[in-house]
């Protein structure tokens, strides 16, 4: 087709200049970044409730006093994990206070 439209005209390549190529190392090492110097934060409060209860085996029989320390101000919660935990070793558990500390 270029043959119909041009004649026998030869073409010249395109010219490409070549791509000069950086030398880049094979590995570069990177000094370890020191570690930034952190300030001490003081512990926030953290509300604390301790639950008395009276836990037992035996229906009226022996009970003993347990102590549980929740992370909560909710007195409701606190009961409520105190109990939780103790029904797992004692068969009947009864709430005696909920203070907080």
Request: charged residues 30%; proline residues 8%; hydrophobic residues 45%.
């Given at each position: ?14 010219l ?10 094979d ?45 909560t ?29």
């Amino acid at each position: 087709m270029r043959q119909a439209l041009f004649g026998n005209a030869e073409v010249a390549p395109p010219l490409v200049e070549p791509a000069i190529k950086e030398t880049v190392p094979d590995s570069v090492i990177v000094p370890p970044a020191k570690p930034a110097a952190r300030k001490k934060v003081a512990k926030a409060f953290t509300p604390r409730l301790r639950v008395h209860l009276r836990v037992g085996n035996e229906y009226e029989g022996e009970t003993f006093e347990m102590t549980h320390e929740a992370d909560t101000l909710s007195t409701l919660l606190a009961e409520q994990e105190a109990v939780k935990l103790a029904r797992n070793k004692f068969r009947y558990v009864e709430v005696v206070s909920v203070k907080s500390m």
